[in-house]
């Protein structure tokens, strides 16, 4: 992060040299409610960060204050993309440990003559509290006595009521300004199973109750959460004095990191998941964690391009380019060159030797040499790109035609002679001739050609497959949807969002294993996916492609 851009480290800064704090204690608090997105990533590294950065703690702790969406799957791949991504927490938590402490904090309010049971419907409590321009309505259940809300709040928890039918609400102001004060719902009835607490209870406390008892009880000094929140700071200040916590925590916003093409809450990548378009959540066009390690993403190209986002209090979209840049400089110098073929045209070198097949010298990585050299095989058979050949070419195409002669990387120069069609026409073959004298690495000087081309040696060809992606949500589509036809965002699911092509890669790469990446020459950076890769198949996932118009 910035030095100078981050306002969150100059107040934490502050607070040790003036002596408000002598620590700093984070924590990352995500709902296990789905799997995590890039946004969360943003949180992860402040979180983390920050308290790394002042020797002090982050706890891993779970929000799972609401049974019906939370579930044990989530539990797991949170606390396994979190270590992914490099953090290791102080504590891992869960916010259900804290529930008899919670209800016993409520009791405290109710004692105190700070908080009481309502019997209006959800919808009534809603129209109760009024809007922006007008004060709220108080409740007719308002003005009951400590005696009678001790008991009710009892009940409640015993499971007397159906869902619904009571909630025990802080009596705090019905006229306030901000919305949030005006006797907000803290807890409420709710007869379901929770993946932690089973049916011990019937009664769930509400965020905004919840999270400052859960920081507080932490130990938390800084609970960094994102801006939306920001209007509920004065009810998380009044949470944690009125509950007489003796940590008190300090809240402070930040802007959300959202991305262009896609779309980033957990509701709507879910509804993705749920309806099919994608193949889970780790689909390599899910902007999750798992999508994107899947996808091939490095844990440090995620941190640098969230650090390079910078901290701050706006949250605009960062362009998904901005994201790419950072795969690719991380793979630059680490991911090994290969060759591979993903829509392959037989070539036949008509004047090669039958049946001789030699070993080429390629280098791992001309960027980094000490990654050192393979050995790849030719003969007098070979793949090409189907789109490295024209019959009719434009002007200044400089790959395989009629006559043309092109170098084919790490080997010889070939000649287009003659040009094979099945019966409707197209093209299945190409026969050429090579010119011995152009070996690579020979020094050959005699005369120049415009086109290099990638190529697969087919006797030994390993088949495969790969992948590639275009975003799976157009913002521009999205942006020039007429509003009054009433779409949401899985009207705009693009398509054409994956191609699948299946293809050859030189047998040099025949150990490979999921996870594993590489830099195919001309295509763009690939990892082996986890999720299709067999024994008998290997099936690459496209993480970027060569070129970039991005500038940091
Ligand atoms: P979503 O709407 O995607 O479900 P959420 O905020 O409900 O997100 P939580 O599980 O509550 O998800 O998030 C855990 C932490 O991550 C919170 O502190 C939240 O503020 C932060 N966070 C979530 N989304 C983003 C984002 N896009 N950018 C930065 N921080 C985020
Ligand atoms: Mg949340
Ligand atoms: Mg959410």
Redesign the pocket.
């Known amino acids: 992060m910035e030095e100078n851009s981050n306002f969150i480290r100059s107040i934490i800064k502050e607070d040790l040299e003036s002596g408000k704090r002598d620590t700093v204690i984070t924590r990352?608090?995500?709902?296990p409610n789905?799997y995590l997105?890039i946004?969360?990533a943003?949180?992860i590294v402040i979180n983390f960060g920050i308290a790394d950065e002042f020797n002090g703690q982050t706890n891993l702790r779970f929000?799972d204050t609401n049974p019906l969406k939370e579930d044990r799957e989530y539990v797991d791949s949170i606390k396994n993309d979190v270590a992914w991504l490099g953090y290791e927490w102080e504590n891992l938590r869960f916010a259900s440990d804290y529930f008899e402490e919670m209800y016993d904090r409520a009791v405290l309010l109710i004692k105190k003559g700070k908080a009481y049971v309502d019997d209006l419907s959800p919808d009534e409590i809603r129209e109760y509290r009024g809007t922006l321009t007008e004060p709220g309505k108080d409740s007719p259940y308002r003005s009951r006595t400590v005696e009678e809300n001790l008991d009710l709040f009892d009940r409640m928890r015993k499971g007397e009521f159906e869902n619904g039918k009571k909630v025990l609400r802080a009596k705090i102001d019905m006229a306030s300004g901000n919305i949030n004060m005006r006797d907000p719902v803290i807890y409420r009835v709710s007869h379901a199973t929770h993946h932690n607490t089973g049916d011990t209870w019937c009664i769930y406390p509400m965020y905004a109750f919840a999270h400052p008892l859960e920081d507080a009880i932490e130990g938390v000094t800084h609970s960094l959460?994102?801006t939306e929140f920001e209007e509920q700071r004065p009810l998380y200040n009044w949470v944690v004095e009125e509950c007489e916590m003796e940590s008190k925590p300090q809240q402070i916003e930040f802007g959300?990191?959202?991305i262009e093409n896609t779309v980033?809450?957990?509701?709507k990548l879910k509804q993705l998941v749920d309806e099919g378009y994608v193949d889970g959540w780790d689909d390599p066009r899910m902007p999750t964690i798992s999508g994107l390690r899947r996808k091939g993403y490095t844990p440090e190209s995620i941190r640098e391009f969230v650090q390079a986002t910078g901290v701050s209090k706006g949250s605009g979209a960062v362009d998904e380019a901005m994201l790419e840049h950072f795969v690719r400089e991380d793979l630059k110098l680490k991911a090994p060159r290969t060759m591979g073929i993903l829509n392959p045209l037989k070539v036949v070198i008509t004047n090669y030797p039958e049946g001789q097949v030699e070993m080429l010298d390629a280098e791992i990585n001309p960027e980094n040499p000490e990654m050192g050299t393979r050995q790849i095989p030719f003969s007098r058979e070979i793949y090409v790109e189907q789109d490295d050949f024209m019959e009719n070419p434009p002007k200044k195409y400089f790959r395989l035609f009629p006559g043309n002669e092109v170098r084919l990387k790490h080997a010889y120069f070939i000649k287009c002679e003659d040009v094979i069609k099945d019966e409707n026409g197209n093209v299945i073959e190409l026969h050429c001739t090579y010119d011995v004298e152009t070996k690579s690495g020979s020094g050959f000087t005699g005369r120049k050609v415009k086109g290099t081309l990638h190529w697969v040696e087919a006797s030994q060809a390993i088949p495969a497959e790969f992948r590639l992606y275009e975003p799976l949500i157009r913002d521009e589509d999205l942006k020039a949807a007429d509003e009054s036809e009433d779409k949401t965002f899985i009207d705009f699911v693009n398509e054409d969002s994956l191609t699948i092509q299946e293809g050859f890669i030189e047998p040099t790469m025949k150990d490979a294993k999921p996870q594993d990446k590489f830099q195919f020459f001309r295509h763009g950076y690939f990892n082996v996916d986890p999720k299709h890769t067999t024994e008998d198949k290997i099936v690459f996932n496209r993480i970027v492609s060569l070129k970039s118009s991005f500038k940091l």
């Open positions: 990352f608090p995500p709902e789905g997105h946004g969360h943003k949180s929000d959460c994102t959300r990191l959202n980033m809450s957990k509701r």
